[in-house]
């Protein structure tokens, strides 16, 4: 069984940039979660995606936004990229109550 | 406001020895907790939970202990072996919030052969 994937791996972007990273989850999988890994912090949860719909979001300002698809799969999208957004993103898929199981994230540098 | 704390960075062990990694929650509205384990350049991987209604859950090597009154969460690995060697997270949920996990800072753990 496929694991949850993510892309791109890496990515390299100036201030001021839009990124989009992409969560493919778990088959059977329906909802879909973001976090940040900022250096030498712990997991931050950004957002919760099930069925479609937004269910959570942690407290990041609003240009960090995302979306989930028909197929379950979900983007994050991060406008007008800011030096403190250089992070590794982790997105996790999880069905119902069942434990959340990530994928091996996108690390994002701004220069 | 750090809601989830693992108050020791690191933990160095003797392989064949027991690890104890500890875990502590001011949140008493959490209802659900649970530990991962990371590896450099990979994913956290899920390794054990526990629900609040229980105070032990065991899986193979690895027990998790919940000690609601204290709010202190602790996972034992007996016995500790070298591939255990990793940054081990402790992660709690509320009802109320769905899916949302609070992690720890993480416990990088060392398993010395």
């Known amino acids: 069984e496929a694991g949850v994937t993510q892309s791109p791996t890496h990515l390299i972007k100036t201030r001021g940039q839009q990124v989009t990273l992409r969560c493919s989850p778990i088959s059977g999988h329906t909802s879909v979660y973001w976090y940040q890994q900022a250096l030498g912090l712990g997991l931050q949860f950004l957002l919760w995606y099930d069925e479609g719909e937004e269910r959570n979001r942690g407290n990041f300002p609003p240009r960090f936004s995302g979306r989930q698809f028909p197929n379950y799969s979900s983007e994050l999208n991060v406008n007008a990229l800011e030096l403190e957004d250089s992070a590794l993103y982790l997105c996790?898929?999880?069905?119902?109550?069942?434990?959340?199981?990530f994928g091996d994230g996108t690390r994002l540098s701004i220069l | 406001d750090q809601q989830v704390k693992q108050n020791s960075p690191s933990l160095s062990v003797q392989e064949g020895r027991i690890s104890i990694l500890n875990c502590d929650y001011t949140?008493?509205?959490?209802?659900?907790f649970l530990w991962y384990k990371k590896y450099p350049a990979e994913g956290p991987t899920f390794l054990i939970s526990i629900s609040s209604i229980k105070d032990k859950n065991e899986d193979g090597r690895f027990t998790v202990f919940l000690n609601k009154s204290a709010k202190h969460l602790s996972l034992h690995i007996v016995p500790s072996q070298p591939g255990d060697s990793a940054v081990y997270f402790c992660?709690?949920?509320?009802?109320?919030?769905?899916?949302?996990?609070?992690f720890g800072q993480g416990t990088e753990l060392s398993v010395k052969p």
């Open positions: 949140n008493s509205m959490f209802d659900y």
């Open positions: 992660a709690a949920s509320a009802g109320n919030q769905g899916g949302k996990l609070i």
């Open positions: 996790a898929s999880s069905f119902g109550t069942q434990p959340q199981h």
